[in-house]
């Protein structure tokens, strides 16, 4: 087995561990602790395997990280030309993530390789337990930002129909920019956005409102500066944590049409996002 095998197997099992949470569920950034520990097993487990190459292949599963940096910056690149244009210190970047715990994989390797018994089954049970911990940890993320984006949609529903009975109710005001006339209930406390904050569609500026932030996700609504009734409003639930994957983006209308976007873009929902639910 040539050394640039040796090495490419290597490259392959560190972009496996570090790809495995892009595969899954798109990770913008996989759980830095946890992955590093699953490069660590698995650069040891190498060690174990093969002894007399241990740095090249650890050298490999540190290179791993960098193929999967290019293969996302290629991607996004050719979605958006504008995602990666700090990508020198992107590379730069995973090149420091990933050869850190890769040579501490090899050291560990190679300390402990003659107090075990079966060095060959011991690398093979390093390589597989951190394969595991990697999907494992992606599995687990993906689910809980599965349920977080649930949670919104249900939380925008029930706002967006909440708007449509508060105007039944009060047809001289209108729609309401107040969340806690809504008669939606939220863990967190009710606050007045910035007034420097807008949202522009079209013709239209909406600004002032309130918003709450709940599970992860930041509920707002904002209303056309007018009097009273009030006709128009732009209600928004942008998640918090972008670094993992970034969520789906909710937004809805006096339309009574829920949407969705990613990738960021909270002032495009409305124009640019899918239609997931249109209330009756």
Same mark, same amino acid.
Request: hydrophobic letters at 50%; one cysteine or more.
């Given at each position: 087995?040539?050394?640039?095998?040796?090495?490419?197997?290597?490259?392959?099992?560190?972009?496996?561990?570090?790809?495995?949470?892009?595969?899954?569920?798109?990770?913008?950034?996989?759980?830095?602790?946890?992955?590093?520990?699953?490069? +660590?097993?698995?650069?040891?487990?190498?060690?174990?395997? /093969?002894?007399?190459?241990?740095?090249? +292949?650890?050298?490999?599963?540190?290179?791993?990280?960098?193929?999967?940096?290019?293969?996302?910056?290629?991607?996004?690149?050719?979605?958006?030309?504008?995602?990666?244009?700090?990508?020198?210190?992107?590379?730069?970047?995973?090149?420091?993530?990933?050869?850190?715990?890769?040579?501490?994989?090899?050291?560990?390797?190679?300390?402990?390789?003659?107090?075990?018994?079966?060095?060959?089954?011991?690398?093979?049970?390093?390589?597989?337990?951190?394969?595991?911990?990697?999907?494992?940890?992606?599995?687990?993320?993906?689910?809980?930002?599965? /349920?977080?984006?649930?949670?919104?949609?249900?939380?925008?529903?029930?706002?967006?129909?909440?708007?449509?009975?508060?105007?039944?109710?009060?047809?001289?005001?209108?729609?309401?920019?107040?969340?806690?006339?809504?008669?939606?209930?939220?863990?967190? %406390?009710?606050?007045?956005?910035?007034?420097?904050?807008?949202?522009?569609?079209?013709?239209?500026?909406?600004?002032?409102?309130?918003?709450?932030?709940?599970?992860?996700?930041?509920?707002?609504?904002?209303?056309?500066?007018?009097?009273?009734?009030?006709?128009?409003?732009?209600?928004?639930?942008?998640?918090?944590?972008?670094? /993992?994957?970034?969520?789906?983006?909710?937004?809805?209308? %006096?339309?009574?049409?829920?949407?969705?976007? /990613?990738?960021?873009?909270?002032?495009?929902?409305?124009?640019?996002?899918?239609?997931?639910?249109?209330?009756?």
């Amino acid at each position: 087995m040539t050394v640039t095998v040796v090495e490419l197997i290597g490259v392959g099992l560190g972009a496996l561990v570090w790809g495995l949470s892009h595969l899954i569920y798109h990770a913008g950034a996989p759980p830095i602790a946890i992955t590093w520990g699953a490069l +660590t097993v698995a650069a040891a487990g190498l060690a174990l395997l /093969r002894p007399g190459v241990r740095w090249q +292949t650890g050298s490999g599963v540190g290179i791993g990280l960098l193929a999967v940096t290019a293969v996302q910056i290629i991607v996004d690149g050719i979605r958006d030309p504008t995602s990666h244009n700090l990508f020198p210190f992107e590379i730069v970047i995973a090149l420091a993530l990933g050869f850190p715990p890769a040579v501490l994989g090899v050291l560990l390797g190679n300390l402990v390789r003659r107090k075990v018994p079966a060095p060959q089954l011991g690398g093979i049970a390093l390589v597989t337990l951190a394969l595991g911990v990697a999907a494992a940890s992606a599995i687990a993320t993906a689910s809980d930002m599965n /349920r977080m984006e649930t949670l919104a949609l249900k939380k925008v529903g029930a706002l967006s129909a909440a708007q449509h009975a508060f105007r039944a109710a009060h047809p001289l005001r209108g729609f309401t920019c107040n969340l806690g006339e809504l008669g939606v209930p939220f863990s967190g %406390p009710i606050n007045k956005n910035h007034p420097a904050e807008s949202y522009r569609l079209g013709r239209v500026v909406y600004r002032g409102g309130t918003a709450v932030i709940e599970d992860g996700y930041r509920y707002s609504v904002k209303c056309e500066d007018k009097p009273d009734p009030q006709a128009l409003f732009i209600l928004t639930a942008r998640p918090l944590d972008s670094i /993992r994957r970034p969520p789906d983006i909710f937004c809805a209308g %006096p339309d009574g049409a829920i949407r969705s976007v /990613r990738f960021g873009k909270l002032y495009s929902c409305i124009a640019e996002g899918r239609i997931v639910e249109i209330l009756n």
